[in-house]
Nanobody, 113 residues
Framework: QVQLVESGGGLVQPGGCLRLSCEASGTINSINIMQWYRQAPGKQRELVATITNGGHTMHKVSVAGRFTISRDNAKNTLYLQMNTLKPEDTAVYYC???????WGPGTQVTVSS
C-alpha cells in the first residue's frame, strides 16, 4: 500500500515561512483529494487545506491568504507553503488522503520567538 511521509517542519519565528512536503511511496495520480491536517497540544485535529487532482483548493479560514496547498503528481508529492506564521499555527501537521484513508506520521511545526 502507498505510504505518506511528511517533512519540512521545524522551529520558526512569528512572521516566518516554512514549506511542508508529503512524499508518497507510490503514485498519487489516482488519488483525487489530498489534505493537510494539524493538531495542537490538547486540541482536536483540524482540517487545514484540501486539493483535488484537478487543482481545486480549499483552505481553513484562519490560514487563508497565508497558506497555500499544492501538489506535484509527477513527484508524488503534496506541499503546504506556510507564510506569515503565527504562534497559534504551532502543531503537528499531517498529510491525509481520505480515499484510500492514508495518513502520514506527521511533522512538528513550532512558531515561537
Amino acid at each position: 500500500q502507498v505510504q505518506l511521509v511528511e517533512s519540512g517542519g521545524g522551529l520558526v519565528q512569528p512572521g516566518g515561512c516554512l514549506r511542508l512536503s508529503c512524499e508518497a511511496s507510490g503514485t498519487i495520480n489516482s488519488i483525487n483529494i489530498m489534505q493537510w491536517y494539524r493538531q495542537a497540544p490538547g486540541k482536536q485535529r483540524e482540517l487545514v487545506a484540501t486539493i483535488t487532482n484537478g487543482g481545486h483548493t480549499m483552505h481553513k479560514v484562519s490560514v487563508a491568504g497565508r497558506f497555500t496547498i499544492s501538489r506535484d503528481n509527477a513527484k508524488n508529492t503534496l506541499y503546504l507553503q506556510m507564510n506569515t506564521l503565527k504562534p497559534e499555527d504551532t502543531a503537528v501537521y499531517y498529510c491525509h488522503a481520505p480515499d484510500p484513508a492514508l495518513w502520514g506520521p506527521g511533522t512538528q511545526v513550532t512558531v515561537s520567538s
